[in-house]
């Protein structure tokens, strides 16, 4: 029994729980007065859940190296970018700096790469930043249970992964190489997950690919069955609108703002408890007005790239085909690796935590302390 | 003048504790504090540093004047008795007082206390000289045993799961764990309003912890005051004994009092 059977339930059958029926009323268009009524309610019930704070966290690129060819995806390893996978010493260096702006949660992000990105180095890299990072989180290509729980041992709490769509034909169609082509892999990543003992699990899908209605309902549906089959892991939402990114993918769907509004909305209204995630591609102005209405965690001045905070890489940067290592001719003086997408909100860590003070917000860095499974206490050792 | 709330050893004059957790501002959450004249404050100890390093990112401690409240350490997001005591342990040896509010719950979805868990970590514990504030369902027979056999402080029954506001949805549980307690009853969680507070003040439960309804609030501070007016109605009315409540109407002039003039 896995989601999958849930998920083909729902294509093939029509099948809906009476929460999802729930969920998809929400979903329907809506007039502006009963999105009104909507914001409302989902202001309410975050207050009451999160109270009057937001929780801040900072992703660090390690590397944009990749097997996979995503149609979407600045990374695709088809795409002669600029590619680099930091030492465990250069994350330690961008994990400090992030850690001087008052970051005490960090997701790591890799692109899929054994060769580059292995097991070893991604349990390293958790290793030597746990004694200043409370909260370490990871987002890299889908492992086995018993590596999960390795990764756990090495101090990760919280693990991301997103099936992107949810629409399976759509799912072959934009991932066209790579172990990623595997469907029902990735999408019992997070049973995975919970069975390797995180404690925190995040899913998402990305806005574009397929109808958004029809990505939306499977989401909550996943949700529903996580909450169910793993009731003592806590989960969280994203739901990324595509940027720009290398390759130049144009997204066939659209969401407009306020269809997005309506459903951060209705999956706080359905799901009272989950975190709901909201990162720096969308607009300044966008992210300041839906902080109130449902968001419980942000990322706050975040660069795609690895080095992107500090310059660490540069001098290591080379292209990467076939899987093999290619120097440039030149090295670009003034340029990093390249990033996954353009983010749209640069503002810097100060300046957002100041805007959630005066929006009546306190931002929390820290919610999690190693401590709890075992570790010294973060900080002990500085 | 009400009597005073006994905790151990400790004699309190407030019969409100606090939370801290879901205030818009650590500025706010201390005036809240004031105005409640609360004297136990609870802390969350993921949220703090505890490595005695200040981190001014991880700051809440330093808001809450040690001299003026008894701050309460609680092991929130532990999940297992192992994960509560390690951390009552550590802030013990960080420096905060040997008190735990011990909460463990395994369901980040409704926050419900696991009493197996809490029953061991309980043991544990006082064992090693903790004074323990155990936090549990509104389970009578639990509450007799953290009591009797791990010797907690107080047994918390909940009102209803943490944030819902939803009041005294146990009530009828609660009343027979205030009837057959040894130890102060302090109900926490699910209080949403001060009428819920004065209510379980009311039926004779010891004290009560607040939190969201407070920090949530449009005026925290205000709250905080009403909550700390709703704790004194409630005990005083208790303290001089409630006149049963009943259906029929009772004349305040009798209608056979002339037979006695």
Known sequence: ?382 | MSSLLKIADREFTSRLLVGTGKFPSPESMRDALAASGTEIVTVALRRADLSGGRDPYANILEYIDPERYLILPNTSGAMTADEAVRLARLAATAGLPKWVKLEIHPDPTYLLPDPIETFAAAKILTAEGFTVLPYINADPVLAKRLQEEAGTATVMPLGAPIGSNRGLDTRRQIEIIIEQATVPVVVDAGIGAPSHAAEALEMGADAVLVNTAIAIAGDPVRMATAFRLAVEAGRSAYECGLPEARADASATSPLTGFLYQ
Not at chain 1, 188 to 200: L, N, Q, S, T, W
Not at chain 1, 302 to 330: A, F, I
């Open chain 1, 1 to 382: 029994m896995s989601f999958v059977e849930t998920l083909n339930r729902i294509d093939r059958d029509g099948w809906r729980s009476p929460l999802l029926r729930r969920f998809e009323r929400l979903i329907e268009p809506a007039t502006p007065a009963a999105l009104e009524a909507l914001a409302a309610q989902s202001a309410a019930i975050t207050r009451r859940h999160f109270g009057r704070t937001m929780r801040l966290f900072a992703p660090l690129y390690l590397s944009n190296e990749c097997v996979n060819n995503c149609a979407y995806c600045g990374f695709s390893r088809d795409n002669p970018i600029l590619r680099v996978t930091l030492s465990v010493d250069q994350v330690v260096r961008e994990a400090r700096h992030l850690a001087d702006q008052g970051f005490r949660h960090i997701l790591l992000v890799a692109g899929e790469h054994p060769k580059f990105v292995s097991e070893g180095y991604l349990e390293a890299c958790i290793e030597a930043i746990r004694d200043f990072i409370p909260t370490v989180a990871i987002e890299v290509g889908p492992m086995e249970m018993p590596e999960y729980a390795r990764m756990v041992q090495a101090g990760a709490e919280g693990l991301v992964v997103y099936q992107e769509t949810y629409h399976r034909e759509a799912y072959g169609e934009y991932h066209t190489a790579g172990p990623k082509r595997d469907f029902d892999w990735r999408l019992e990543c997070p049973e995975r997950g919970v069975a390797g003992g995180f404690r925190r699990i995040g899913i998402g899908a990305l806005v574009g690919l397929a109808d958004w209605r029809f990505e939306a309902l499977r989401l909550a549906a996943h949700l529903e069955y996580l909450y169910r089959h793993g009731w003592k892991a806590t989960y969280t939402v994203s739901l990324p609108r595509l940027r720009p990114a290398a390759g130049c993918f144009q997204p066939r769907h659209s969401m407009t703002d306020a269809e997005f509004v309506q459903l951060i909305c209705a999956l706080r209204v359905i799901f009272p408890q989950v975190g709901i995630v909201l990162s720096t591609r969308e607009s300044p102005a966008l992210r300041d007005a839906l902080f109130p209405l449902g968001i419980t965690s942000i990322s706050a001045g975040s660069h795609t790239e690895p080095g992107g905070y500090t310059g660490e890489g540069r001098d290591d940067l080379h292209l990467t085909v076939r899987g093999r290592r290619v120097e440039l001719d030149e090295k670009p003086e003034d340029r990093g690796a390249t990033g996954q997408f353009a983010i749209a909100d640069e503002r810097s860590p100060a300046a957002i935590a100041d805007l959630l003070c005066r929006q009546g917000f306190d931002p929390v860095w820290k919610d999690w302390d190693p401590a709890l499974l075992g570790a010294d206490p973060v900080g002990a050792s500085a």
